[in-house]
């Protein structure tokens, strides 16, 4: 696989980043993961505007142009063939001359990463087809969500709880309500609403969850944005999570009960294939 790191696209083999780095040392750093379905990159620019307010938070500024990362997005998606899979970015604050809590200065440029991973078969998956089943875990994480940092490890802990449960991921509840899934934006329905939570420094703002709640409106359904508990969850006619890997997946079971007819629902599945139309068509 070739790989890109700060200018130059090599073999993953001879890609190097210093151990000084403050993604490595401090967590500094941010992320993006674009899809690509039929060779083509899905959303680019939404994950480019988000990167560019992560970084913004951060007081980082962008390490290359837009159309110049749209640029290298191509190349790298080219180079190894992808046709269906993602393309990972990842921007740090860069080595400075030692470990310091404080920030560098200007004179320390940015790290710069992007590789692709190949994943055939990413539309058709089966667990879109069956649903997948989550526990709830409490939200241990820091007050920021929606900085997309590259600090995971209590979403990787959670996803070993819930592969430790016999799930396929958790929900993360935070003062009695469900914030969002370890690596997606979590959703019910009831009575024909599509409930999601409302956009906060609580949550990522999805890049997936923002074309899926347009395409919902577009289609006439009902959109609540609020928060929900796990009983209501438990409740609902159905449940959902949404991500730039996943799109749109059925949620069949939470902490044991079964969600509605325990098989993914109607709303879902429709969701799911007017995403994947509408993506396929604006992917660029
Ligand atoms: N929430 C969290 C915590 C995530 O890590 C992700 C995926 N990176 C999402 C939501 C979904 O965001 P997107 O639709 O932009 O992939």
């Known amino acids: 696989r070739t790989v ?8 993953e083999g001879e890609a190097k980043v210093s151990v000084f780095d403050r993604g490595f040392l401090f967590a500094d750093g941010v992320y993006e993961v674009t899809s690509v379905l039929g060779g083509k990159l899905i959303d680019f620019a939404g994950h480019a505007a988000r990167l560019r307010r992560s970084l913004g938070e951060l007081e980082m500024r962008m390490p290359v142009e837009e159309d110049e990362l749209l640029d290298i997005h191509r190349e790298l998606v080219r180079i190894n063939e992808i046709d269906e899979g993602m393309v990972y970015l990842q921007v740090t604050r860069g080595a400075a001359a030692d470990r310091d809590f404080a920030y560098p200065g200007e004179e320390v440029e940015p790290t710069l990463v992007l590789f692709t991973q190949s994943k055939p078969g990413l539309a058709d998956s089966p667990a879109a087809r069956a649903g997948i089943k989550v526990i709830s875990i409490p939200d241990a994480r820091w007050g920021r969500r929606d900085i997309k940092t590259v600090q995971l490890l209590y979403p990787s802990m959670g996803k070993m709880m819930a592969k430790a449960a016999g799930a396929d991921d958790a929900w993360m509840v935070e003062d009695g309500a ?3 899934g370890t690596s997606n934006n979590a959703y ?14 609580e949550i990522l703002h999805g890049i997936t969850r923002a ?6 409106r577009e289609a006439q359904m009902k959109v609540e944005e609020r928060a929900f508990t796990i009983e209501e969850a438990q409740a609902a006619d159905e449940a959902f999570i949404t991500s730039a890997s996943t799109f749109v997946l059925p949620v069949v079971e939470i902490d044991g009960t079964a969600i509605g007819a325990g098989a993914p629902g109607p709303v879902a599945k429709r969701l799911r294939e007017i995403y994947l139309e509408e993506s396929r068509k604006a992917g660029i």
């Open 211 to 216: 074309a899926v709640l347009r395409f919902a």
């Open 188 to 201: 019910i329905v009831k009575d024909g609403t599509i409930v999601t939570r409302q956009l906060g420094t």
């Open 4 to 11: 890109y790191v700060n200018g130059q696209f090599v073999p």
């Open 178 to 180: 469900v914030t969002e």
